[in-house]
């Protein structure tokens, strides 16, 4: 019984453990695999028993000389090669003496087949139909082309007829959620009144929700935004620095902050890396960006906040006007928007088919309007707010619409914002006192970024702190960072998850984390 | 009094509140500046009082439209010119009617030179003498040629003789440390009993020791490797991925792990994304790599250990063997260390003046030894040591030493490590059971790189946790990660501060973190 299912052809095992590890191998996949047809591989007098069955785990026992094929590489210029895929079973349908199957890689699938004939057995056809979904399976057949584009398939001019199949890593056979499913868009849900998968299912077996190529485009889109910030700013003579996460006091002035434990003292999760990157400008790196976490311990179960995110900083000195620094960071942004259009359309247009959304629009340069600016046009829309209000969350949205009608952009910066409702080390305007040298980027009508000159003078960033009510004590060391020379300077930081989100137009932000945390969530 | 100081010339403010600032930045100046003569500008006969004094604060009151000149731009070629500079005082020394200035901006300097004359009173020569070291300041000048090199400064063959002279930021007149004995190589304190700066002053006051040239240099490295680390990556079709650092479960087994107040329930912070980056690849996205904060809570007070340091990880799929990645990986790392010879060698020789260090040494391909030779290595030079035994510090360390005598690197993996020394994680060899497919990797003697193959098999990964005497309930969602079809794969986390630590030889790891934790530090 042992060595029906272990293919000593397709994968020669030289060593005795080979036999103990395809028993283990085996026993492992049949008591997770009742349900399935795969005990019926077992069949001693099958003439292709040799052609399928399951590999015993890959423990790395020998160095194979056996090139796999991509399942993207599979066009009509390979067609009647030979190949070995390893690729996920998608889906299959059995038909009689033939079993269809799609096998999927990433974003890409292909057609398989497997029909009865003098070199593929009836078992060997059963047992494939009996491969459950999301298997792991190597694959060797022939490329063939079709006369009729499969239109279910990425590859849609040839198929491959499978003349071995072997188990990789075998499959559940009850899926916690069905991919297809969970990629349905909203539009067919509600039309047709079809399946679909809560938000929650999905996070909870976020491992199999990551493999639908929405997701698989999300998150490729999203190491994109990363890598363009950083190569945008590089390029431009800015420094990369790491910043502390553990910190002694907290950053942001004491609220909305989690506590470690620390040897025997307690610390805090860092809100932002902000006290860092401005000591990291005070200690003359002129320029740094950071690329890390960042914890808000802020009860808040909206569509847009998270309670651990990744916060992409920036920080530069400037030579006389803040704007120096607004207008760098803003052009760092177009950049980001244009490396994406122009280099990411594939993973825009996956996203798109589940979830429409018009594609993002900017100016360059990029529109800027005061905060009293943007506080005229709600008012001319019938909102009442006053001169030092900040704007709710409503009114952020509404004002997007408005500029979007009114210049025909998604992105634009809002300047000058009153000085209550930014932290203390806002820098104030030299002209009024109610207004400071602050400004807030949106995207889509909700804010991603948050930014303004500081206050680089110890004693005004005194003044400014405890008129805030800031325990100075603990901030000693950061208002201390002043005392030495400090330059002029400026920044801002930016959610990467919110960027993701509001460019590709989607609705929620834990879409845009591959395993977000908020008040409710802290797994997986 | 007021307007003396105030230079409306430089820098002209069309706003009354120009005048208020300046009073502030002025009262604010005075206050830390009582030791120094910068009230003495104030002298209303003075025929270059527009030409020097301190510049109010600056609030962006305005767009000045002057270009800069950065410092590393002042050659032979600018012979002539005026420029304006913004810099730091270095270093200042009056001497008659004389004062010699060095100006400093990041790892460059010049030497400036205000002398009496009929555009110069006594009194701007005065003031400028009294300018705090380490205030920034902006100077006019015209840049003129030497005859002799002045050795002290990186622009060797120019000095600036300065008409204008304005403080920007005026530093306290205490430093809690000098620059220049913060930068002075060991040789020179051991040789010549000069003044240094212990360890923990410098910590303590980072954002000063910061700005010596050699930390200018680490950190700059610093930032090459991860972007040499990300870009080869990349382009070898790796996904950035985002991993939480709040976690429900310690990932490592519940041993040195922080714990974080979290709403009404407790969390953990992660001591690696192993599982995340690890479900990434049960998720299809086959190569990931990631660059965050990880945190351990071990109270070890060593030369090489912190409690948050930076994890440049990487997990990958492989067809047959883990080699694939080891190889891979070790390919990774020396594509790092050829990127810095070739482009990092001016902070590489900064660094090496302060501390001397024989250049960093590498294979290719890259030596591979396996546990059991090292041990007979070892064993050789008459070290006690049984076949599984980990490897202690200063064992690691002599094996350094010898493998570096007998093959001439700096670089080498250890391949094959006992199974009873790796976390439960870690893949049994398929031949020999005490035996695991895991490896280290090591620089000068010291471990960078912790990886291995990892168990993809839910049944054998249950049996190596419960082995382990982990709780299985805690990382169930772990484990089930892997029940819905796994690729064979392997990775390895590699400790950022390590490698700049010992690619460039230095002797501490707080050398290495901008602002590091350990056990008895927090801050700043």
């Not at 990551?210 to 800015?238: D, E, M, P, V, W």
């Not at 910043?243 to 907290?250: C, D, L, N, V, W």
Request: hydrophobic content about 35%; proline content about 5%.
């Amino acid at each position: 019984m042992e060595d029906v299912s272990v293919s000593p052809n397709a994968q020669p095992l030289s060593k005795k453990a080979a036999k103990k590890q395809a028993k283990e191998a085996e026993k492992a996949a049949l008591k997770a695999e009742k349900a399935t047809k795969v005990e019926q591989v077992t069949e001693d007098n099958d003439f292709a028993k040799e052609s399928y069955g399951i590999l015993p785990l890959i423990q790395s026992q020998e160095k194979i000389d056996r090139s796999l094929v991509r399942v993207s590489e599979l066009t009509k210029e390979k067609a009647n090669e030979v190949v070995w895929v390893r690729a996920r079973l998608h889906t299959s349908r059995s038909k009689g003496k033939q079993c269809f199957l799609v096998l999927r890689q990433q974003q890409f699938n292909v057609q398989g087949l497997v029909s009865v004939s003098t070199t593929i057995s009836k078992q060997m056809v059963k047992f494939v139909a009996g491969i459950t979904k999301e298997s792991i399976v190597d694959v060797e057949g022939v490329v063939q082309p079709v006369d009729q584009k499969i239109k279910s398939c990425t590859q849609q001019d040839v198929e491959v007829h499978l003349q071995k199949v072997f188990v990789v890593s075998l499959a559940n056979p009850c899926l916690p959620l069905q991919l297809d499913d969970a990629s349905r868009p909203h539009q067919e849900i509600e039309e047709e009144g079809r399946v679909t998968v809560n938000q929650d299912t999905k996070l909870d077996h976020r491992v199999i929700d990551i493999r639908t190529t929405t997701n698989q485009a999300i998150f490729r889109l999203q190491a994109g935004i990363c890598s363009l910030f950083r190569n945008n700013l590089i390029s431009n003579g800015f420094v990369e620095i790491q910043t502390p996460k553990i910190i002694s006091a907290a950053s942001e002035g004491g609220a909305n902050v989690f506590t470690v434990s620390y040897f025997k003292t307690s610390a805090y999760l860092a809100q932002s890396p902000q006290l860092y990157k401005q000591m990291c400008i005070a200690g003359d790196f002129e320029k740094v960006f950071c690329v890390g976490p960042v914890f808000r311990a802020e009860d808040s179960n909206t569509h847009r906040h998270l309670t651990e995110f990744v916060g992409l900083d920036i920080e530069m000195v400037f030579n006389y006007h803040y704007h120096e620094v607004m207008e760098s960071i803003a052009d760092t942004l177009v950049q980001i928007f244009k490396g994406l259009r122009d280099n990411f359309q594939t993973e825009i247009e996956a996203v798109k088919k589940q979830y429409p959304a018009e594609p993002f629009r900017f100016l360059e340069p990029t529109l800027r309007l005061e905060f009293q600016e943007g506080i005229a046009i709600l008012r001319d829309a019938g909102i009442e707010i006053g001169d030092e209000d900040d704007l709710s969350t409503p009114n952020e949205k509404l004002l997007g619409r408005l500029v979007k009608e009114k210049y025909d952009t998604d992105f634009y910066i809002l300047d000058k914002y009153p000085l209550a409702v930014r932290p203390f080390y806002t820098m104030p305007d030299p002209n009024n006192p109610r207004i400071s040298n602050s400004y807030d980027m949106f995207m889509r009508g909700e804010e991603i970024l948050s930014g303004a000159q500081r206050v680089h003078d110890p004693e005004l960033l005194t003044e400014r702190a405890r008129h805030h009510g800031i325990d100075l004590e603990k901030i000693k060391a950061y208002i201390d960072s002043f005392r030495y020379g400090a330059p002029p300077h400026a920044g801002g930081g930016i959610g990467l998850e919110r960027v993701t989100m509001l460019y590709l137009g989607l609705p929620n932000i834990r879409q845009t984390s591959l395993f977000p945390r908020d008040p409710k969530r802290l797994t997986p």
